[in-house]
């Protein structure tokens, strides 16, 4: 039965003439790739065919594989940012220790910074108000941001490396008090006399 479907394919290659018939995979096509079938509709084996070979969509019985689903990507997740904390402690005039409302405002800050998260960062901007030369108001909020990193330093546990100061002097007021003089502008110009301090914290 096989030589007869084989006697039959090569009949009819050569009644063709111009079409090419080409033995692929074991069984018998076309140039365009077309496999040949019976009348039947089975497919055309060569004389070399062999059941490996059955990897033609629709013949002997060979369907198309499904391609697996790939597999979900699951992203990474985002950790949560965690907003700063901060806060505010004010000196007396032309002063840069540390008075009690200082320092139960700098513990509150730390407890609060250490209940939200980790301590990463510790910022600390001296400031003062307009009263003196530029310079010396420069010195001055240095030292009132120096007083604030002693204290973090040697009562909150928070190590020297973790803090950067610095001191802006009168050039960031809150507080302008504009025409005011005397013992009422000093009372004014009292919120300028601070210190800014800032945890950053993951």
């Given at each position: 039965?096989?030589?007869?479907?084989?006697?039959?394919?090569?009949?009819?290659?050569?009644?063709?003439?111009?079409?090419?018939?080409?033995?692929?995979?074991?069984?018998?096509?076309?140039?365009?790739?077309?496999?040949?079938?019976?009348?039947?509709?089975?497919?055309?084996?060569?004389?070399?065919?062999?059941?490996?070979?059955?990897?033609?969509?629709?013949?002997?019985?060979?369907?198309?594989?499904?391609?697996?689903?790939?597999?979900?990507?699951?992203?990474?997740?985002v950790p949560m940012a965690i907003a700063p904390a901060a806060a505010t402690?004010?000196?007396?005039?032309?002063?840069?220790?540390?008075?009690?409302?200082?320092?139960?405002?700098?513990?509150?800050?730390?407890?609060?910074?250490?209940?939200?998260?980790?301590?990463?960062a510790v910022r600390v901007t001296g400031h003062t108000d307009r009263v003196?030369?530029?310079?010396?108001?420069?010195?001055?909020?240095?030292?009132?941001?120096?007083?604030?990193?002693?204290?973090?330093?040697?009562?909150?546990?928070?190590?020297?490396?973790?803090?950067?100061?610095?001191?802006?002097?009168?050039?960031?007021?809150?507080?302008?008090?504009?025409?005011?003089?005397?013992?009422?502008?000093?009372?004014?110009?009292?919120?300028?006399?601070?210190?800014?301090?800032?945890?950053d914290l993951f």
């Amino acid at each position: 039965m096989k030589l007869g479907v084989f006697r039959l394919a090569v009949l009819m290659t050569s009644m063709l003439g111009v079409a090419q018939v080409f033995a692929a995979d074991g069984y018998w096509d076309d140039k365009a790739a077309d496999v040949w079938r019976s009348g039947s509709g089975e497919c055309l084996h060569t004389g070399f065919w062999k059941s490996e070979m059955a990897t033609v969509v629709g013949c002997d019985g060979y369907v198309e594989p499904v391609a697996a689903e790939p597999a979900p990507v699951v992203a990474a997740p985002v950790p949560m940012a965690i907003a700063p904390a901060a806060a505010t402690v004010n000196f007396a005039f032309d002063r840069s220790d540390l008075d009690a409302n200082a320092t139960a405002a700098i513990d509150s800050l730390v407890s609060e910074a250490k209940s939200k998260g980790n301590i990463k960062a510790v910022r600390v901007t001296g400031h003062t108000d307009r009263v003196g030369t530029e310079e010396y108001n420069v010195g001055l909020s240095l030292r009132r941001a120096g007083a604030v990193n002693d204290y973090l330093v040697q009562n909150a546990g928070i190590g020297a490396q973790m803090i950067e100061m610095s001191g802006k002097g009168e050039s960031e007021p809150l507080a302008t008090c504009e025409g005011m003089r005397g013992a009422a502008a000093l009372e004014c110009l009292a919120p300028n006399r601070r210190a800014e301090i800032v945890f950053d914290l993951f």
